[in-house]
């Protein structure tokens, strides 16, 4: 299996619209994640620093 990560920051003031506009995932972005093998997503967001990891 092979792991990958990216780190990226939320802009000032923006967490909640991030979280509004990604949660649940779109199940149009789930269906072109399974289609090219991924089986497990998670994406973290830092509450102190903003960054999603």
């Not at 967490?15 to 997503?41: D, F, K, Q, T």
Request: glycine letters at 4%; proline letters at 8%.
């Amino acid at each position: 299996m092979i792991r990958k990560a990216f780190v990226m920051s939320v802009h000032p003031g923006l967490e909640v619209e991030y979280r509004r506009r990604h949660s649940p995932i779109w199940p149009e972005l789930e269906a072109v994640l399974r289609a090219h093998g991924v089986s497990n997503y998670s994406i973290f967001l830092h509450p102190e620093t903003r960054q999603l990891f």
